[in-house]
């Protein structure tokens, strides 16, 4: 159920609900802790203003519609390598990763058996498309759609995700 959704059911403000949404800070666990393949992949919203995007970069299982650990940061090796080290912190295992082609992830996930390309992405590409459907601050500028939202402090971002 979105913020929006709490809000109206119970009858208080967004604003309520995002300050208990940034209070309890609930930490999900993954429901495995091993994996045949995670999908890896990177995905962005506004915090802010449109000059200030932000990243969320994930680990999918495509057969369980799991997502697995994230993190939000920047789109550069850095933040890839924090993904790599929440899930090893988390004590996920698994046996490849499916990435794209883009460098920083080749580089942060070099020691894992990988799968590079589009078309092994599939699953992770499908997820991101339904979270552009479903979060409203997650939507992209369209034809027949309003201007892009965008959340205004970072906590409410993440919690916006959780």
Known sequence: MGIRDI????????GKVLHSLVKLRLTPKAKQSHYDELEIDEFWGYVGKKSNKVWLIYAYHRSSGEIVAWVFGKRNYKTAKALRKRIKVLGISYNLIAIDDWRSFKKAFRTDICRIGKEFTKGIEGNNCRLRHR??????????????????????????FE
């Not at 601050?137 to 919690?159: D, G």
């Open 7 to 14: 809000a109206e059911v119970e009858q208080i403000s967004i």
């Open 135 to 160: 979060i409203r601050r997650a939507f992209r500028r369209s034809c027949n759609r309003p201007a892009t939202r965008f959340s205004k402090k970072l906590e409410n971002h993440i919690v916006a």
